[in-house]
């Protein structure tokens, strides 16, 4: 059984849905998931998982939450990944999903694999929640 952990930062419930989708997707496939707002994730519910799926809205001007989620992925700047399979997801206002594309470098700098995407403008759709639903699924294979 895969060990699958879900971290994100939600304000609005954009990202939340989203999360939840993911979440259902890995579970339906039989992985074991611990999800967690990224203000209660510690680095251990990442380095102890065998993949994990990030999320945040863009905020800031086009950037990743920045009180919680950027720490918390910058504590992974020095920690051997090995290629530990991330999905990332979120929702934009305006940016049209860059904050996704500048996050998805930072993290394969750090030694990511990054096996999905999914940016979403506000609230997500039904078929992108089937699309966050796969992503889930990706993970726990
Ligand atoms: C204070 C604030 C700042 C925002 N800044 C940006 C931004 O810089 N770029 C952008 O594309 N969207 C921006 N948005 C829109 C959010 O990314 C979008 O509403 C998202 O769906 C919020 O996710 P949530 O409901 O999970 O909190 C901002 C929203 C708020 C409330």
Redesign the pocket.
């Known amino acids: 059984m895969k060990n699958i952990a879900v971290i994100?930062?939600?304000?609005?419930?954009?990202?939340?849905?989203?999360a939840n989708s993911i979440i259902k997707g890995a579970e339906g496939e039989g992985a074991k998931v611990a999800a967690k707002h990224v203000q209660d994730a510690k680095v251990g519910d990442v380095t102890s998982a065998d993949a994990v799926a990030f999320?945040s809205?863009?905020?800031?001007?086009?950037?990743i939450e920045q009180d919680y989620m950027a720490p918390f992925i910058k504590e992974f700047k020095l920690i051997p990944l090995q290629g530990k399979k991330v999905v990332l997801f979120?929702?934009?206002?305006?940016?049209?999903g860059?904050?996704l594309k500048d996050w998805k470098k930072t993290v394969e700098d750090y030694g990511f694999k990054v096996v999905g995407e999914l940016a979403?403008?506000?609230?997500p759709t039904d078929d992108e929640l089937k699309k966050a639903e796969e992503l889930g699924k990706l993970l726990a294979k």
């Open positions: 994100y930062w939600s304000d609005g419930g954009n990202v939340e849905v989203l999320g809205p863009s905020l800031d001007n086009n950037k979120g929702s934009y206002g305006w940016d049209e860059k904050f979403v403008k506000e609230a």
